[in-house]
């Protein structure tokens, strides 16, 4: 709140409470009501009201103790001697703000306002730049003793102060480098600093330097919007090399990986093959063994065969093999006289015939 809306409060509390007493002293007379009035006029002459957003600084102008006293009165009731022998300043103890701007309508209600900055970059080009500037009192004996009293505390004290320092800490900034925020953040908190090395030994602290808002001239605008577009297209051209050369990196490993593929398919279909025909060969070549050691063995059983033909006794065998020729046999027609000649019913004879009853030497 400003330091004309606590007059204004303060100006209310009295009529309030004058109007209460007048009320109060009607109902009784006369008489009560020029006695309630006349202690209103010495409390009004005798007293200065301090809010409790406000300091109070007292000057005694005629007496032993002339001057500026260094005590700071707080809120509520004070006596001052009236006719000019003491004065009570009074300063704002709460957040004061100040604002830079073109635009009425976006500056905080109550607070003072200047045009914009006018900032030269360091490339030589304008730029009007909305600051709003947070600051309170600190030490209003200070304030009373450098500045003055009354608002002088912004006349003599913040608004000599703060476009100079702005330039100097902006205005090492070039036309673009106000598009990057965290450089611009970082010059006003160096115009804040610059600004407290002035004013703390006034009894005044900057709270925040905030840039709210710039604006180029029409020419510079449109060039940087050029410049920035020219850039961007630099950017999506150098954007789309880059996708282009992945792409292209993509493509060849793609191709890579699906070449490998293939030979790895060819390898195991050759594997294939020639596990099958060692596999064939096994099975042949075992098939081929099988073979040789049954024939092997059929011709050593018929050779075993053989040699039990040609020992003792194999005429017998081989006459009882005939003998089981003639099983079944009903009717053979043969010679049974002469020498060759046989009778079935002469086995003696058909032993000899056959060889069983020679005697061997």
Not at 144 to 156: A, F, H, K, S, W
Not at 307 to 329: D, F, H, N
């Amino acid at each position: 709140m400003s330091r004309d809306a606590f007059e204004a409060n303060a100006a209310q509390k009295w009529i309030n409470t004058i109007i209460i007493a007048i009320k109060k002293v009607l109902s009784q007379g006369f008489l009560p009501l020029m006695v309630v009035l006349s202690a209103l006029i010495l409390l009004r002459t005798f007293f200065v009201y301090i809010g409790p957003n406000e300091f109070g600084i007292k000057q005694v102008n005629i007496g032993l103790k002339a001057g500026i006293h260094k005590e700071v009165y707080q809120a509520g009731l004070h006596f001052v001697v009236p006719f000019g022998f003491e004065l009570m300043h009074r300063f704002p103890r709460e957040l004061q703000v100040f604002e830079l701007t073109n635009s009425m309508e976006t500056a905080a209600k109550g607070a003072r306002m200047e045009k914009a900055a006018h900032i030269q970059t360091s490339d030589g080009f304008f730029v009007d730049v909305d600051v709003s500037v947070l600051y309170h009192i600190v030490d209003p004996y200070k304030v009373i003793t450098t500045v003055g009293p009354g608002r002088l505390y912004e006349d003599n004290g913040i608004i000599p102060k703060i476009e100079p320092k702005l330039k100097e800490a902006l205005g090492e900034m070039t036309t673009e480098e106000f598009y990057n925020s965290p450089l611009r953040v970082k010059k006003a908190n160096e115009a804040k600093k610059l600004l407290n090395d002035e004013l703390n030994s006034k009894g005044i602290m900057v709270n925040d330097v905030l840039v709210r808002y710039f604006k180029y001239g029409e020419e510079i605008q449109r060039n940087i919007e050029e410049k920035k577009l020219k850039d961007q297209l630099v950017f999506t051209n150098q954007s789309k090399a880059k996708a282009s050369a992945e792409e292209a990196l993509v493509k060849k490993v793609r191709q890579e990986g699906e070449a490998n593929l293939k030979i790895k398919l060819e390898e195991g279909k050759a594997y294939i093959v020639t596990k099958n025909a060692e596999k064939d060969l096994y099975v042949r070549t075992k098939r081929a063994d099988a073979d040789l050691l049954i024939n092997l063995a059929e011709a050593k059983k018929t050779e075993l065969i053989n040699a039990a033909y040609q020992q003792r006794g194999s005429e017998k065998l081989i006459g009882l093999k005939m003998v089981e020729v003639y099983k079944g046999l009903e009717v053979i027609m043969l010679p049974s006289s002469g020498k060759y000649g046989m009778n079935p019913l002469d086995l003696e004879n058909s032993l000899t015939l056959f060889g069983v009853n020679e005697k061997k030497e």
